[in-house]
């Protein structure tokens, strides 16, 4: 299967980065594809206009030269787990990034950017099958994300959430969320790839998720085109809500990712109101790959 070539996987930090590396190792072993490791160093010049009024330059230089020092200390730390992970992975080549790409075989490689994230990570993004992030591990405000909603909104490809622990294995068992709409279309079509090498794919579907479109059965009919069995279960909403019953199904059928649009409903009701894609953001223990 040659339909993923080239993984992004932009890492701010080593939060959760040993996962997030993990399963990009065994994606890319799985496909044949070239891993690129980015970390954005942020500029510390940056924060001089954002400074405000009523500071003095010394204190503005004194701001500048701590925020200069803590993005050094992430570079360093993260090219510190790079370089442990890769000398504890033989198996994968190491190359350069700017060099050609072996095309028969994993390969792996990291740089480091200096600019504003939220620009280059999409930049980059557009220009790869898939990106990769890091589970963002901080609590109930895992849906503000910037890195995970910069991906989402402006690369037009795919985002694959890592879980926070570290996987085991390749991806078996894949469940696609569906709802009819544009952006469950757009993560069926993501989730191909995986689909295609599945032991089993399933289709998950619930009367009160469900938008204007096709039904989970035509979805069944899609798959089949490609040369995929899949089968279609509704499941029913948890405690009254969608996503808790989302996963729940995921974790009956032993999914070990689950493809699902993200944001069919504005990103500012989700966060006001909720939803089923922040619901899935902030409790999901499997790998999750949106899109929208």
């Not at 390969?107 to 993004?125: C, K, T």
């Not at 757009?186 to 599945?198: D, E, K, V």
């Not at 069995?229 to 729940?248: Q, S």
């Amino acid at each position: 299967m040659k339909d993923v070539r080239k993984i992004l996987l932009p890492m701010v930090s080593t939060s959760n980065g040993e996962a997030a590396l993990t399963r990009g190792y065994n994606f890319a072993r799985r496909f044949g594809a070239h891993l690129a490791v980015l970390h954005v160093r942020p500029d510390g010049r940056d924060i001089a206009p954002l400074a405000g009024e009523g500071l003095s330059g010394a204190m503005v230089e004194d701001l500048m030269r701590t925020a200069e020092h803590e993005s050094s200390r992430h570079a360093q730390e993260v090219r510190a787990l790079f370089e442990r992970f890769v000398a504890a992975h033989p198996d994968i080549e190491v190359i350069s990034p700017h060099s050609s790409f072996p095309w028969d075989k994993a390969s792996i490689s990291f740089n480091i950017l200096s600019g504003a994230e939220s620009e280059i990570v999409p930049a980059h993004a557009r220009l790869s099958d898939f990106t990769l992030v890091p589970h963002p591990d901080s609590g109930a405000e895992v849906s503000s994300s910037e890195t995970l909603h910069a991906v989402l909104f402006d690369s037009g490809r795919p985002v694959v959430i890592a879980p926070r622990t570290t996987p085991t294995g390749m991806i078996k068992r894949v469940c696609i969320g569906w709802n009819g709409t544009a952006e469950s279309s757009s993560a069926l079509r993501g989730a191909l790839a995986w689909a295609h090498t599945a032991e089993a794919v399933r289709v998950l579907h619930c009367e009160d998720y469900q938008r204007r479109g096709p039904k989970a059965r035509d979805v069944i009919d899609y798959l089949s085109f490609h040369g995929i069995k899949a089968e279609a279960v509704e499941f029913p909403p948890v405690d009254r809500d969608v996503g808790k019953g989302l996963l729940a199904a995921c974790h009956d059928f032993g999914a070990d990712m689950l493809a699902m649009g993200a944001y069919s409903h504005s990103r500012l009701r989700q966060l006001i109101l909720g939803g089923v894609t922040r619901y899935t953001l902030e409790h999901a223990d499997l790998t999750v790959l949106m899109s929208r």
